[in-house]
């Protein structure tokens, strides 16, 4: 199980903050929340993780609930080039399992 | 960053025939690779995981003889996808788990189609 539910679907305008959520409720106290991208035909692309605090890399932000339950991922200036589907994953940091992805969020950059 | 290679990126082949694919870690050393399918506008759902020097183990529902997976150094695994058939056609992407840092890193995927 994904352990994790997120919209099939957002669109965002080019230039303004993508805002995409995820819901972790049953996640537990050593899972890490995980951000990855899929652009078409490609590999995932690693984003961002974070276990309870915000983080902030060059590519997104990520909003962690504080009782964890959810979070939002923050793509601050979306272009066209981040249209792509995103997936949120829980799992134990450098862990030996694999991740387990859900369907994830379709995000369509508008120009 | 740490960098996992596929090749090829694209093959096709007919039905009946056997496929190699190749999984590369080119920076660091994998223990264990993963290997994931990924059908049209599905997620990635994982296949088998091979550590170095020892047998697959394989998701349920997932042939062991058809999809032959080799792990026989620490920076390479091949998914051998044997006497193909055109429900094979699928989008193949591998990542490996770093033997130092134990982070994982994917691969860019190979599509396979089989005619």
């Known amino acids: 199980d994904a352990k994790t539910t997120q919209p099939p679907s957002m669109d965002c305008a080019e230039g303004r903050a993508a805002n995409l959520p995820c819901n972790h409720s049953?996640?537990?106290?050593?899972?890490?929340v995980y951000w990855y991208r899929q652009i078409h035909s490609q590999g995932p692309q690693y984003i961002i993780h974070?276990?309870?605090n915000n983080e902030t890399n060059e590519m997104a932000s990520l909003i962690i609930t504080e009782d964890r339950k959810s979070s939002t991922l923050i793509l601050p200036h979306a272009t066209l080039r981040d249209t792509a589907v995103y997936y949120c994953?829980?799992?134990?940091?450098?862990?030996?399992?694999?991740?387990?992805f859900g369907p994830g969020t379709r995000l369509s950059v508008l120009p | 960053g740490a960098v996992v290679s596929q090749h090829p990126s694209r093959v096709i082949c007919k039905s009946g025939t056997s496929v190699k694919i190749e999984c590369r870690s080119l920076?660091?050393?994998?223990?264990?690779m993963f290997w994931y399918r990924q059908f049209p506008k599905k997620s990635l759902m994982l296949m088998a995981t091979?550590?170095?020097?020892?047998?697959?183990?394989?998701e349920q529902g997932v042939e062991k003889d058809k999809f032959l997976i080799n792990h026989a150094s620490l920076t390479l695994s091949t998914l051998t996808v044997t006497s193909a058939h055109p429900e094979d056609s699928s989008f193949y992407i591998c990542?490996?788990?770093?033997?130092?840092?134990?982070?994982?890193?994917f691969g860019p995927g190979t599509r396979l189609t089989v005619t």
């Open positions: 990542s490996a788990r770093d033997r130092g840092l134990r982070e994982q890193y």
């Open positions: 049953t996640i537990s106290g050593n899972e890490y």
């Open positions: 974070g276990l309870k």
């Open positions: 994953i829980v799992r134990v940091a450098l862990g030996g399992q694999n991740f387990v």
């Open positions: 920076d660091f050393q994998a223990t264990t």
């Open positions: 091979s550590n170095e020097g020892s047998k697959a183990t394989y």
